[in-house]
């Protein structure tokens, strides 16, 4: 399964400037709105880990590793692997990109996941777009006053 959400920041700060708010302060805050709670941190360096603990739909652990990262002037990113996943998902990967557009920043979620079964693809695809359908409002609302 898909997803593909994207979110313009207007700003004339450059996209490396943007992505240095990608940090522990921006994860926590994306995750204070979500049904988990947040464990651990690394950063996003190749090798860095992810730890949430989800509480809906079920109590599950979830375990994340940064996989590849690259910065350049016109496009930043970093790749999660997910290494433990909840309850049905046996795949996940989510590239966290940044790219310059004309007059700002393009924040982009691009997501690839797998279940064991079609209920649970579109289950866990609804759950997934609605969560970072949200972002769209955080990262604005986030970014306002640091950029």
């Not at 996209?15 to 996003?44: C, I, Q």
């Not at 079920?58 to 999660?80: A, G, P």
């Not at 700002?104 to 997934?128: A, H, L, P």
Request: with cysteine; net charge positive.
């Amino acid at each position: 399964m898909k997803i593909n959400v994207q979110t313009f920041i207007k700003t004339n700060r450059d996209v490396s400037d943007v992505f240095s708010h990608f940090n522990e302060k921006m994860f926590r805050y994306l995750t204070s709105y979500a049904p988990v709670k947040a464990l651990r941190y690394d950063g996003d360096e190749v090798g860095s880990q992810i730890h949430l603990q989800m509480l809906l739909p079920w109590k599950d652990l979830w375990v994340s590793v940064i996989t590849e990262r690259n910065l350049n002037e016109k496009e930043c990113y970093f790749i999660d692997v997910g290494e433990k996943l909840p309850f049905n998902i046996l795949k996940w990967q989510h590239k966290h990109i940044l790219r310059k557009a004309e007059s700002g920043v393009i924040i982009e979620d691009d997501i690839r996941f797998e279940s064991s079964n079609w209920f649970f693809n579109q289950f866990w695809w609804f759950i997934f777009v609605s969560q970072f359908l949200v972002r769209k409002i955080q990262y604005q609302k986030y970014l306002k006053n640091r950029l």
